[in-house]
């Protein structure tokens, strides 16, 4: 899978989590700051606060933690199988 794809799975899944139940296509600035610090981090906890980070200073909301961590993992699933070549 090539990175174009990988990115739009990424932004689909972001866009479905919806933490803040305001519909699909309102986190675009979360969303491209959240897959940027994906393709430089590989740890679930790390992403986990940086994405609790990023939606916190947009929405002044805290996120739970382990919200993050759950959408951080699914995200590195996504990232880490599209690495994969047989």
């Not at 899978?1 to 305001?22: A, G, H, K, R, S």
């Not at 606060?49 to 916190?56: A, D, V």
């Not at 947009?58 to 699933?77: D, G, H, T, V, Y």
Request: proline letters at 2%; a negative charge.
């Amino acid at each position: 899978m090539d990175t174009q794809q990988t990115n739009l799975m990424l932004v689909d899944t972001l866009n479905e989590w919806d933490p803040f139940d305001i519909g699909g296509g309102n986190y675009d600035t979360e969303i491209a700051d959240t897959i940027q610090f994906l393709h430089d981090l590989d740890d679930a906890d790390k992403l986990s606060r940086k994405i609790q980070s990023i939606y916190e200073f947009s929405f002044e909301e805290m996120i739970p933690l382990q919200q993050c961590k759950l959408i951080a993992n699914r995200l590195l699933l996504i990232k880490n199988n599209s690495s994969c070549s047989l």
